[in-house]
């Protein structure tokens, strides 16, 4: 089998650029795990350089195509090809609560799906990075104040220490996407648990950016809150205003004074 064929319908973009895909290999420091899980290898132009490191790399697959592929090419990932789509498959499967990095290439239709379902298995993964279209990338490293900070950038960093690495040209893709993209990696926090209820900042932090225009006092007010807590000055403020520990702030409050 030479060559896969790129599919429409899974957002299948192969990049051809070696010297990229060592150094998204190389975005990994390899601390605090000693197993790699790659998402959509597809035909293993990162996977070849994940091999060459002093770990265990897996790679999942939905594309029975690519996993035939991989299969022939690459006898190191014998009986490590999950043959299963990411966000239905239940992880501890194959890692059984051990820690492990996630990598890849992410196609671009399910990127945000993908960061939100490692955020659920935060507990398991140190470290994540990978390449994604340039705004998704953008919109998770992004600060309060930005027009593309929203509810992505404060959940994933209200676990995760964010860094935008660099920009990819659509030329290094066959075959190009009609977009940039951009590498980021996130490292796990060193004390990652919240000091407020997970469920309910999740939920604040969905009800505020939806009514993005609005003041939080606005955007909260199907919440029920006391006379006494929106009379607080970070009621005033639009979401895109709010830090991440604002955001934990708010929703420790509320928690604390709800009606």
């Not at 066959?174 to 469920?199: A, D, F, H, Q, W």
């Not at 007010?221 to 009621?235: G, H, Y």
Request: glycine fraction near 4%; include cysteine.
């Amino acid at each position: 089998m030479e060559k896969v064929k790129a599919k429409k319908h899974l957002g299948q973009h192969f990049l051809k650029d070696e010297s990229i895909a060592k150094a998204i290999a190389d975005t990994l420091n390899l601390e605090g795990y000693d197993t790699i899980l790659e998402i959509g290898p597809g035909m293993g132009v990162l996977t070849k350089y994940l091999l060459e490191k002093p770990v265990t790399t897996y790679a999942i697959e939905i594309d029975t195509e690519s996993v035939t592929y991989l299969n022939e090419n690459y006898p190191q990932l014998q009986d490590k090809i999950i043959s299963k789509d990411f966000l239905r498959f239940n992880i501890n499967e194959v890692f059984e609560g051990k820690q492990f990095a996630i990598i890849g290439n992410f196609p671009y239709n399910i990127s945000t799906q993908i960061v939100f379902r490692a955020l659920e298995f935060r507990a398991q993964i140190p470290e994540f990075s990978g390449m994604f279209q340039k705004e998704v990338a953008e919109r998770i490293c992004s600060k309060k104040g930005s027009k593309v900070y929203g509810i992505l950038s404060v959940l994933a960093q209200a676990f995760y220490d964010v860094e935008y690495l660099f920009t990819v040209d659509e030329t290094v893709f066959i075959p190009p996407p009609r977009v940039k993209s951009g590498v980021m990696r996130m490292r796990r926090k060193e004390n990652y648990t919240l000091p407020c209820n997970e469920k309910m900042l999740y939920t604040v932090v969905k009800m505020a950016f939806q009514q993005r225009r609005k003041t939080m006092r606005n955007s909260l007010k199907s919440l029920n809150l006391s006379d006494n807590l929106r009379e607080d000055t970070i009621f005033d403020l639009r979401p895109e205003q709010l830090s991440v520990e604002q955001f934990i702030e708010l929703t420790l409050k509320i928690e604390a004074n709800a009606v």
